[in-house]
């Protein structure tokens, strides 16, 4: 096998040398309004692609064509998340489950309504009679996102009825989904573990009688322990990723495939992948790295100057991992504030505090306020800047004692209700399939038989 890679890498090397000029676009071909690149128009908004009753994001507003700045807020089929938080903290208890409630069925649940959900999703918890051996111990994968993804599809052929796209049949599975995330990502974590870092191997299944989030840190863990503080608290984390609108990558490569009739596995799968990016979901993961690279090369991160320096070395491509991006400042929607990074960040410094880690949250706080400022600089729309939810999200987990490569994974076990919801609504009310167009840039060449072709590698 490895004589054979050998072979294929010196070939694609050799054929590729000269590639990369036929994959590149000419800018002239984006000039104007009528390129859509990424979906963005050219004042940064997104394209008008659809209607939703999910979710609302808001982060500014129009008037007379221009875009104005306002605090960020968002929405669960109109009820402002702030809320659902505010509520759930105060009272001591689990709002996941409430929320995927909210999102899956339109409306907040009565307590009869709420205890038959959860005893529901309890039982839905379980996986399928041999899926566990099958599909995620004997096919271990070093990255948890990409096993969650196969593991997705493969639930198809476990499935006795997977194609029909009835709305009965789309929330069973999507409620089958729901459940079983948190399930599958623990499980390929802990084999992850076993074959690629020569750690033991510890499978603890859930307990019908505990929230996900409850579970979620059960399972993970090898002695099964947790605090009440710290369940409460990825309970919030899993709130708050829950669900933003149909226009984020994750949601929309949801919608995209769902529109062309296939199944839920399919879609779902879909969805995984985009959110695994380092531009969407992995930014999370992206900022931790960012955050070590400052702590190892600023000798005072207590020093605002020494911080904003350094800042300035990322931006112009000389420090950090040379993208020119200081990961977790800025948003596509949001201007002012991220409401997501606001909720995180004030439950993140109790948390600190406990752990002994105000240092880390005080120089996260030194990232977002010289950030902002820089970033905003650079922008052409004299919009502000703010961070968004990736910058303390990370610290959250890793205060909760949650390894970097579970930080994505737990974002898509939060997600998976929104991209639900996305589905079944994509299903029921659209009825047409997305497809954007794409301009030509080619020039029509005439075929010529191969002994009169020249090598153009």
Known sequence: MNETKAVLTGYIDTLCRHLRNEYTIDERYFIGDSIKRGLRNSDGTGVMAGVTRIGSVRGYYIEDGERFPRPGEYYYRGVRVRDIVSHHVQAGTFGYEEVAYLLLFGNLPTEEQFAKFNTVLSAARRLPEGFFEDMILRA??????????????????????????????????????????????????????????????????????????????????????????????????????????????????????????????????????????????????????????????????????????????????????????????????????????????????????????????????????????????????????CANVDLYSGLVYSMLGIPEELFTPLFAVARIAGWCAHRIEEVVSCNRIIRPAYRSAMRETPYLPIEEREDKN
């Open 140 to 385: 271990p994968s070093p990255n948890i996102m990409n096993k969650l993804s196969r593991c997705v599809l493969a639930l198809y052929s476990y499935d006795d009825n997977p194609d029909e796209t009835t709305i009965e049949n789309m929330m069973r599975q999507s409620i089958e989904l729901i459940a079983r995330f948190p399930v599958i990502v623990a499980y390929a974590f802990a084999v992850k573990r076993h074959y690629y870092n020569d750690k033991s191997l510890y499978i603890h299944n859930p307990k019908e009688s505990l929230s996900l989030s409850e579970n979620f840190l059960r399972m993970v863990r090898k002695d099964k322990l947790y605090t009440p503080e710290e369940a409460h608290l990825l309970d919030l984390m899993l709130i708050i990723h829950a669900e933003h609108g149909g226009g984020n990558n994750s949601a929309f490569a949801c919608r995209t495939l769902s529109s062309s009739g296939t199944d839920t596995y399919s879609a779902i799968a879909a969805a995984v992948g985009a959110l695994k990016g380092p531009l969407h979901g992995g930014a999370n993961a992206k900022v931790t790295q960012m955050f070590r690279d400052i702590k190892a090369n600023v000798s005072n991160p207590r020093d605002d100057d020494a911080v904003s320096a350094y800042l300035d070395r990322i931006l112009a491509r000389e420090a950090g991992d040379g993208s020119g991006k200081i990961y977790g400042i800025g948003h596509a929607v949001y201007t002012q504030s991220d409401p997501r990074a606001e909720m995180i960040k004030m439950a993140a410094r109790g948390m600190a505090e406990r752990t002994g880690r105000l240092d880390d949250l005080e120089l996260l706080e030194r990232i977002e306020r010289f950030g902002t400022e820089k970033v905003a600089a650079k922008r052409r729309d004299g919009l502000p800047v």
